[in-house]
């Protein structure tokens, strides 16, 4: 069935690094892909999206682009606040079905 | 404000114990979705309902029940059949077809069994 591979965390980085999270995924057909947020005792949050090859979804800064290529959807952000600590997920869904997340990656930022 | 809400943000149960955590939307969003978070394990879908009156289970639906009698809620069960219900539940509603993928969650409510 589908899936979503994050890589593991905890990501360490201080203020102003440049970040990326790797995300890759397996799926039959032609799925949208998305990165949620979720702040310390949150529900999540749509960070972006991409609903088709090639596509670059951005948003707060961050960036992602849907490689089908290589079946990928990493997310990048060049410099990064200590504001953005959270967990990120990525996630996929084929229209009609339930969203798949990846297991998550937690992000530290400091000072 | 438009949003979802999940309540008791706290719940502490005693082993044998059914509990229900409330879901309400107003959205009018067609579908609802129940999922699990534990630490390291991601979420996990349970249970998910398109429309009123109908639902499907999720990857780990054993254990769990839920009810869709009005669009605006749906609540979840939390059984004695289930073997480790002590998590974060996380309840989240889209508009359907082909933005099911753009979920808005609730804060989530997290349950302990002791």
């Known amino acids: 069935g589908d899936s979503v591979t994050q890589m593991e965390g905890p990501v360490t980085l201080s203020e102003e690094a440049f970040l990326t999270i790797n995300c890759t995924y397996t799926?039959?057909?032609?799925?949208?892909l998305f990165w949620y947020v979720q702040y310390p005792g949150e529900g999540l949050q749509l960070l972006l999206k991409a609903t088709k090859a090639d596509d670059k979804g951005s948003n707060k800064g961050f960036e992602a682009t849907y490689r089908k290529e290589t079946t990928s959807f990493h997310l990048e952000k060049g410099s990064v606040q200590v504001s953005d600590s959270a967990v990120y997920f990525c996630a996929l869904n084929q229209a009609g079905t339930a969203l798949i997340f990846g297991k998550g990656t937690t992000l530290s930022v400091s000072s | 404000d438009g949003g979802i809400t999940q309540s008791p943000k706290y719940l502490f149960r005693k082993e044998g114990q059914n509990v229900t955590l409330s879901c309400e939307q107003n959205?009018?969003?067609?579908?609802m979705y129940w999922y699990r978070q534990d630490p390291g394990q991601g979420l996990r879908l349970i249970y998910y309902?398109?429309?009123?009156?109908?639902?499907q289970k999720g990857d780990i639906a054993e254990g769990y029940s839920v009810s869709r009698e009005k669009k605006e809620s749906f609540p979840l069960t939390v059984t004695s059949a289930q073997k480790n219900p002590t998590a974060f539940y996380l309840c989240?509603?889209?508009?359907?077809?082909?933005?099911?993928?753009?979920?808005?969650f609730g804060e989530g409510s997290r349950l302990t069994v002791l």
């Open positions: 799926a039959t057909g032609y799925p949208s």
């Open positions: 309902s398109q429309i009123v009156n109908d639902f």
């Open positions: 959205l009018n969003h067609d579908a």
């Open positions: 989240a509603s889209s508009t359907s077809g082909r933005n099911t993928g753009e979920l808005f």
